[in-house]
């Protein structure tokens, strides 16, 4: 059974950092490209930070720069490192295993002004 499990989500002022991790199960991490996504309010879902098989990293320009995404294969864990958190980073956050079209349950970052 294939789960993938968010956390480290959770209330940081404006400028703050948070670390969010996404733990993998029932898949071989190594053989699929994974990615953050987050949601917003009565938003669409949108593209984070990806990161291939081959650690080949994309951006979404709204967080170019302040956000880094990582994998550790052989923890089968994923992360986001979020700095200089904005308000407009307030949004549900998801993890996704392309390979196998399957979305974590995402975890909440709000940040206040």
């Known amino acids: 059974q294939v789960q993938l499990v968010e956390s480290g989500g959770g209330l940081v002022q404006a400028g703050g950092s948070l670390t969010l991790s996404c733990a993998a199960s029932?898949?071989?991490?190594?053989?699929?490209?994974m990615g953050w996504y987050r949601q917003a309010p009565g938003k669409q879902r949108e593209l984070v930070a990806t990161?291939?098989?081959?650690?080949?990293?994309e951006y979404a320009d709204s967080v170019q720069g302040r956000f880094t995404i990582s994998r550790d294969n052989a923890k089968n864990m994923v992360y986001l490192q979020m700095n200089t958190l904005k308000p407009e980073d307030t949004a549900v956050y998801y993890c996704?295993?392309?390979?196998?079209?399957?979305w974590g349950q995402g975890t909440q970052v709000t940040v206040s002004p």
């Open positions: 990161v291939t098989t081959s650690l080949t990293t």
């Open positions: 029932g898949i071989i991490l190594r053989l699929t490209d």
């Open positions: 996704y295993a392309r390979g196998f079209n399957y």
